[in-house]
């Protein structure tokens, strides 16, 4: 009999909705031409390669010769703060972001300063928001970036970026945000934000993986950072992805579609678990009680170390994380609950839940079934509890 399996690791990856796969399948072998030819069945997919960009443009109020197709979020963010960077030497060599960024921002913003920027990492309050009178007081008149999250990937913070962006359009500089988490979750208008600059990733809300976007208003300053072809309008070589393009488009368009209906009952859902998981004694939600993604659920439970629970829901078919998928195997704790003032030795006992579009109140109701049990189970076990919770 196969082991039940409550998948609530949305944060790290999504599955590709099957529409998205049925637009796929046929540019893999019927629709297979090189959007570069002249011949039909290549224009042809350069014609979906552009009916993509309309999509991915019209989810976030873009115009589609703003939208360049990239291998993913990654990818995005790197272009961003490299090619912003050295386009913009003229003006100066100082960026600005936050302690809490995904670590495609933070190692792009390093390697940076191996190579003569300046980065200023701006602090977060508890619940890991970050203030625009912070982002205003940290630009010089050598700044050429400013880059803050549009929500956190672990904790499921969403920033204030609309305030944020006014601060930073007003000085002149350049403004991007990572929003691989919050497309498809929230509604995004980069015009009212005055955002310059958006990175997405489509294995974040059932696309492909592989895939992704960075938007890049009309005007502003950045270099390449793949050479070697005309593609992308001469901006980012390589044959592009065309099954996955056309599966970005299909999936953002569905998604964002979607939202007003789908968050209400992810809220509800979400609500739910927290509630229920802070019965447990000596447990702490982690990010902002409300201006946090809908799907997110980030608890500390004290005296106990996260991976050993994660290895207990396993066995009971769970699907969790400790935080960022990409940094699951590191024994350090995360940057993200350190900057937020949590202690090294609380912050390794966090777990995060995120839910999605197959998720039901059966599944909430399950994992509300065992955590709780597991988290008792570990605490008879550790050194560490004192004797009333044992």
């Known amino acids: 009999m196969d082991k039940k399996i409550v998948y609530m690791d949305h944060a790290a990856t999504t599955y590709a ?6 637009a796929m399948l046929p540019y893999f072998s019927e629709k297979f031409g090189n959007p570069s030819s002249v011949y039909s069945i290549g224009q042809e997919n350069k014609a979906a390669i552009d009916e993509a960009r309309a999509k991915v443009a019209a989810a976030i109020n873009a115009d589609p010769n703003e939208i360049y197709f990239t291998a993913g979020g990654s990818e995005s ?12 030497t003229r003006k100066g060599k100082h960026i600005i972001t ?22 200023t990492y701006l602090p977060v309050d508890k619940y890991g928001m970050v203030s625009p009178a912070d982002v205003e007081k940290a630009i010089r008149p050598d700044t050429i970036l400013v880059s803050v999250m549009y929500a956190n990937n672990e904790v499921g913070t969403i920033q204030p970026i609309a305030e944020i962006g006014a601060v930073v359009r007003a000085h002149g500089i350049s403004f991007h945000t990572d929003a691989v988490q919050a497309v498809g979750h929230v ?7 005055c955002i310059d600059m958006l990175s997405l990733s489509g294995h974040k809300f059932y696309g492909p993986k592989g895939v992704g976007a ?10 390449n950072l793949i050479h070697g072809g005309a593609q992308e309008s001469k901006h980012r070589a390589g044959t592009e992805n065309v099954p996955g393009i056309v599966g970005l488009g299909v999936a953002i368009e569905r998604t964002v579609r979607a939202i007003p209906q789908e968050s209400v009952r992810l809220i509800a859902m979400r609500d739910s678990l927290i509630a229920e998981l802070l019965r447990i004694p000596a447990s702490h939600l982690n990010g902002h009680p409300v201006k946090r993604l809908p799907n997110n659920v980030n608890i500390t439970f004290e005296y106990i170390e996260g ?11 769970i ?3 400790t935080g960022s998928a990409c940094n699951s195997v590191s024994l350090e704790p995360s940057h993200v609950l350190t900057a937020m003032g949590v202690s090294h030795e609380i912050s390794h006992g966090s777990v995060r839940l995120t839910i999605g579009e197959r998720t039901t109140d059966a599944d909430v109701a399950y994992v509300l079934e065992k955590l709780p049990a597991i988290v008792r189970r570990l605490r008879s076990m550790s050194p560490l509890t004192p004797q009333e919770l044992k």
């Open 77 to 88: 963010d790197n272009w961003v703060f490299k090619g912003a960077a050295f386009a913009n």
């Open 307 to 317: 991976e050993g629970i994660l290895l207990l829901l396993n066995t009971f078919g």
């Open 17 to 22: 909705a099957p529409e998205v796969v049925e």
């Open 187 to 193: 509604p995004i208008d980069v015009k009212a934000a």
């Open 214 to 223: 960075l938007y890049i208003r009309q005007g502003v300053r950045i270099q």
């Open 98 to 119: 936050t302690a809490v960024e995904h670590h495609a921002v933070l190692h792009a913003a390093e390697w940076l300063q191996s190579q003569g920027f300046e980065v």
């Open 319 to 321: 699907c969790a994380s």
